[in-house]
């Protein structure tokens, strides 16, 4: 069985970008979850997403955006970019919104804003 | 509101001796709690995990961790470490009721395994 994919591995962009994330869940899981890694700052939960809609948001700036796709891949978007979003970004899903449901991860996408 | 404390950011170890990361948490609500293992450049694997029922739990490859409620901790262990342990491996909580799904990870305790 696949695990969670994401693309982007890497991804460079430029200070005022946007960057595009990109998720594929494990094939019947509903709930698609992003975090941020960012050195110094460890691991941050940034959003939730289940059955297409955003059920939760981390502490961060509405430039950071995103949206689940109706077969559950999910996009992370980030507008203005500043030199302190470099960060690894994973995605992680899960079977359904049930509590104790195990979050699996991706391997990430690196962010590298210059 | 959940929070985590990983007290030892590095933990240096010869291979075939035992070891401790612990793990401490702070919840107001019941947890779930989790051990996630990064290896270099990579994204995060499921270790272990504690949902319910008996308080120790075992990965598959020789790690156990604890439930301890009355003392907030969930440590992981090892009696005996192989140079393939080395990574980071990060302690996760997440509340049984609210929180909104999300877990809350500690700071991360870098393993390094020695000859």
């Known amino acids: 069985e696949a695990g969670v994919t994401q693309s982007p591995t890497h991804l460079i962009k430029t200070r005022g970008q946007q960057a595009t994330l990109r998720c594929s869940p494990i094939s019947g899981h509903t709930s698609v979850y992003w975090y941020q890694q960012a050195l110094g700052l460890g691991l941050q939960f940034l959003l939730w997403y289940d059955e297409g809609e955003e059920r939760n948001r981390g502490n961060f700036p509405p430039r950071f955006s995103g949206r689940q796709f109706p077969n559950y891949s999910s996009e992370l978007n980030v507008n203005a970019l500043e030199l302190e979003d470099s960060a690894l970004y994973l995605c992680?899903?899960?079977?359904?919104?049930?509590?104790?449901?195990?979050?699996?991860f991706g391997p990430g996408t690196r962010l590298l804003v210059l | 509101a959940q929070s985590v404390t990983q007290l030892d950011s590095q933990v240096p170890v010869f291979e075939e001796a035992p070891v401790e990361l612990r793990c401490n948490y702070s919840?107001?609500?019941?947890?779930?709690l989790f051990w996630y293992v990064q290896y270099p450049n990579q994204g995060l694997q499921l270790l272990l995990k504690?949902?319910?029922?008996?308080?120790l739990v075992e990965s598959i490859n020789g790690f156990e961790a604890e439930f301890n409620k009355s003392q907030t901790s969930f440590h992981l262990r090892k009696p005996s470490v192989h140079i393939s342990d080395t990574a980071e491996y990060f302690c996760?909580?997440?509340?049984?009721?609210?929180?909104?799904?999300?877990?809350?990870f500690g700071t991360g305790t870098q393993l390094k395994v020695e000859l």
């Open positions: 504690y949902l319910s029922g008996s308080t």
């Open positions: 996760a909580v997440r509340g049984v009721t609210g929180g909104g799904n999300k877990l809350t």
């Open positions: 919840s107001s609500v019941s947890v779930y």
């Open positions: 992680a899903s899960s079977l359904d919104v049930t509590i104790g449901e195990t979050q699996y």
